[in-house]
């Protein structure tokens, strides 16, 4: 039998696509803000403040946190599947996964929060 390798179900395609599209837009990112260093000459506070509390810098920075937090759960989570395994842990490894899945959700709940109330303050 022949499975559909392009297939969004079950397959990893999705977490793939997933890690490359945020990968894009994290990069974007960081060079858009590079370019505002390299183009902006008298460089102070009130620029800066100008810049990143802009409606457009600040939905692109909202953008850039939810890419990096979706980049990470997907990294993390392809590392734990990948490690904690039974062979490793024995029989109690899907209480191990759960814990390690756990940790890595509120790692990376914090680091949506933190900046969202950074970026919008709130």
């Known amino acids: 039998m022949v499975a559909n390798v392009a297939s969004f179900a079950r397959s990893g ?7 490359r599209v945020s990968a894009v837009v994290l990069a974007l990112y960081g060079l858009c803000v590079l370019g505002f260093f ?8 009130t620029a800066l403040h100008d810049y990143f509390h ?11 946190v939810a890419a990096l ?24 490894h899907t209480v191990y996964l759960a814990i390690y899945q756990l940790v890595c959700l509120a790692v990376v709940f914090i680091y949506v929060v933190w900046p969202m109330s950074v970026i919008w303050g709130v």
């Not at 395609?13 to 890690?19: G, H, I, M, N, S």
Request: aromatic fraction near 18%; proline fraction near 0%.
């Open 54 to 64: 802009s409606f457009g810098m600040r939905f692109f920075s909202t953008l850039a």
């Open 38 to 45: 390299l183009v902006t000459a008298d460089m102070d506070r």
């Open 13 to 19: 395609l999705k977490d793939f696509v997933l890690q």
């Open 69 to 92: 937090a979706a980049h990470a759960w997907v990294g993390m989570w392809t590392i734990g599947t990948d490690y904690v395994r039974q062979h490793y842990f024995g029989r109690s």
